[in-house]
């Protein structure tokens, strides 16, 4: 028996297989849409060039040479040009690509955790605890998020981590509103019903049986919520409140290539296209992953 | 709970109260919030307002008038007081009250994203209602990767490269700022500050190529927000189109040999106007807090502008004061959807 036999065997002899064949399945479709696929490549090469960015980055980041400053791109040894402190522009884009993936995987362990956790419990008690706990989703919900953001680094002080808390800190409510929508559909199921017959803790419940009904579609929406995180970070950057200079971070890199716009294009353009292309990169893998595992549009 | 079904009216208003207790909770939240934040900012506000040398009994005397020494409960509710009243507090910059100067603020932001806004609409619902009934078609595929890109866009940086290309290459359009240098010196003197809205004051004085000056400026900044809410609006109508031209009466209609023009643009849009009208205010009330990078990159003398400067220099109150307004405007845009949605239609009355 093949492993593509394997995977379709319409009668699976263990609940592995016939997850595995689900994903299977899944993965072919996904396959199909071309766009689908260049956002995954994209979000596969960001995380290869993060990790092997010591080695393919030609020079430090952040090691100055004054006598060769502001170079145009594709001078030699210069494939990007170089900032006003003589930096290779190209080296600090690799190793920012490294920050980039550092924040946005703090935020997405953190945020998606919170509200899954907050979404399940009040759609599973109802009643006041979801009242309460709706309520405070709400208020987050009602703050401009950016807006948000900014007060609390100004309360927590700059920089990467306090950016990291105030991003996740802003976008933990829509997935606490998913979480309980999906957790109300299957609420008052019988499968529920007979767990707590078993004798099952509401803890046990949440946890083994709610929970991973709700997985799918917070998954969809960490998918698609990581271009807003990625961009979220760089707008703090940007205005000087999340990574400080002179670490090598895109937002911050934009910002100091503001002064010679005009003059020296390079310096802004070079950070600026790589946010564009690893946010849009993530953007089409969420869409694509959307078409794939939406229960809506599956069945 | 009742035996007879209330009549419409009836329900349309409880709802509508319903509506508004849960605002005013949203509301009471909302102030939590920045209390809790005016308290644990770790910039000391006696030490802000008196400065370093000030002496123990200055520090004193200021702490009691400023009620730091009462409980945290007291504190809040005469803080409530306050805010209710219109009363945000002082701009330790500036020394002038918070309100104030986010009215001043304020009205470049409004008219800032309200252009965006008009321009998002008027050509993302067509896109999105074309896309909807040619689903597959290039022109479909066109738009959905127009807003796929203005999605994944950080808007900073689009802002500085449209100024490098508009402005530094072109020369297309007018720089940073609401106007020239030349017409801002002459502004303060030749247009009365009606609205605070340049386009509307300099056209009501009738300063027409002062006008023309300032549509030069603000077309960027709006044309790159309306990029925005473009590519939302459209998403969204031409899911609600797909949506709607499934149904039933679509088919009906055909069947009774309506022109397809009328099918589309009269049946099937004017059923997705009711969820349309949320989208809409979603990113109208988006627009206006998204502008804060916009309007830094475009020296636009706008709230998001106002709450990042003061942020820089520690002034507190001002920050907290206009995240308060611009949470409030975020709750009546909330609220104005929520009773459109409702008045728009029928099956939520």
């Known amino acids: 028996m093949t492993l593509t036999e394997w995977l379709l065997d319409p009668n699976p002899k263990s609940r592995a297989q016939s997850r595995a064949g689900q994903a299977w399945l899944q993965w072919l479709r996904f396959r199909r849409n071309p766009l689908a696929m260049l956002g995954l490549f994209i979000t596969v090469a960001l995380v ?5 960015a010591p080695w393919l980055a030609p020079y430090d980041p952040t090691a100055q040479e004054l006598a060769n400053r502001l170079q145009p791109p594709l001078t030699t040894g210069h494939l990007m040009g170089t900032d006003d402190f003589g930096r290779d522009i190209l080296s600090r884009v690799l190793w920012g690509s490294r920050t980039t993936l550092y924040i946005v995987g703090l935020v997405i362990v953190t945020a998606p955790v919170a509200g899954l956790i907050i979404g399940t419990v009040a759609g599973y008690f109802g009643g006041w605890v979801d009242a309460v706990l709706m309520r405070i989703t709400d208020i987050f919900l009602a703050f401009p998020k950016l807006i948000l ?6 309360v927590l002080g700059k920089g990467m981590e306090n950016a990291v808390l105030a991003i996740a800190l802003t976008s933990w409510p829509p997935y606490a509103r998913v979480a309980r929508a999906e957790t109300l559909t299957v609420r008052n199921s019988d499968y529920i019903a007979a767990t707590l017959l078993q004798g099952a803790s509401s803890a046990r419940i949440i946890w083994g049986h709610i929970m991973p009904m709700c997985l799918p579609s917070v998954i969809i929406r960490v998918t698609l919520d990581m271009a807003g995180i990625i961009l979220t970070a760089a707008g703090l950057g940007f205005l000087g409140l999340g990574v400080q200079p002179p670490d090598a971070e895109w937002g911050v890199m934009i910002s100091a290539g503001r002064k010679f716009l005009f003059e020296q294009w390079w310096v802004a353009t070079m950070p600026g296209l790589a946010i564009f292309t690893v946010s849009l990169g993530f953007n089409l893998m969420g869409d694509g992953l959307r078409d794939v595992l939406d229960p809506k549009g599956a069945r | 709970m009742a035996e007879t079904p209330s009549p419409p009216a009836v329900r349309f208003l409880t709802q509508t109260g319903k509506t508004l207790f849960s605002l005013a909770l949203t509301f009471l939240g909302l102030l939590v919030v920045t209390f809790i934040i005016a308290r644990v900012v770790p910039v000391d506000p006696v030490t802000a307002i008196l400065g370093e040398r000030a002496t123990g009994a200055q520090i004193a005397e200021m702490r009691a008038r400023l009620g730091l020494d009462d409980p945290l409960w007291q504190q809040f509710g005469i803080y409530l007081w306050d805010v209710v009243h219109g009363d945000l507090g002082t701009s330790i910059r500036t020394r002038d009250p918070v309100l104030a100067e986010v009215g001043r603020y304020f009205p470049a932001t409004l008219e800032l994203s309200t252009l965006a806004t008009i321009i998002g609409v008027l050509i993302g619902v067509p896109a999105g209602v074309l896309a909807a009934t040619r689903p597959g078609s290039i ?23 449209g100024l490098l290309l508009f402005y530094g290459h072109l020369g297309w359009v007018g720089g940073p700022g609401r106007l020239d240098s030349a017409y801002d010196m002459m502004f303060d003197f030749k247009v009365p500050a009606v609205t605070h809205m340049i386009l509307i ?3 009501l004085a009738g300063e027409w190529a002062m006008w023309r000056n300032a549509v030069s400026h603000i077309v960027l900044p709006a044309g790159i927000l309306a990029w925005l809410s473009m590519a939302y609006i459209s998403r969204m109508t031409r899911s609600f189109m797909m949506n709607e031209m499934g149904q039933e009466y679509i088919t009906t209609a055909r069947v009774k040999g309506m022109p397809e023009r009328r099918v589309i643009w009269v049946h099937g849009l004017r059923n997705t106007m009711v969820p349309l009208i949320t989208v809409i205010a979603l990113s109208y009330a988006y627009l206006l807090e998204g502008a804060v990078l916009t309007e830094t990159i475009f020296a636009w003398p706008g709230i998001g502008r106002y709450i990042t ?38 099956r939520a009355r």
């Open chain 1, 149 to 154: 953001a900014l007060a609390l680094v100004a």
């Open chain 1, 48 to 52: 290869l060039l993060a990790l092997f």
């Open chain 2, 201 to 203: 004051d300099t056209a």
């Open chain 2, 139 to 161: 022109f479909d595929q066109v738009t959905r990767l127009f807003g796929l890109i203005g999605y994944s866009m950080p808007v900073f940086w689009l802002g500085l490269m």
């Open chain 2, 309 to 346: 400067d003061a942020l820089l220099i520690g002034d507190m109150p001002a920050v907290l004061g206009g995240t308060i307004v611009v949470g409030c405007v975020y709750i009546g845009l909330n609220m104005v959807s929520d009773i459109l949605y409702r008045l728009a239609d029928p």
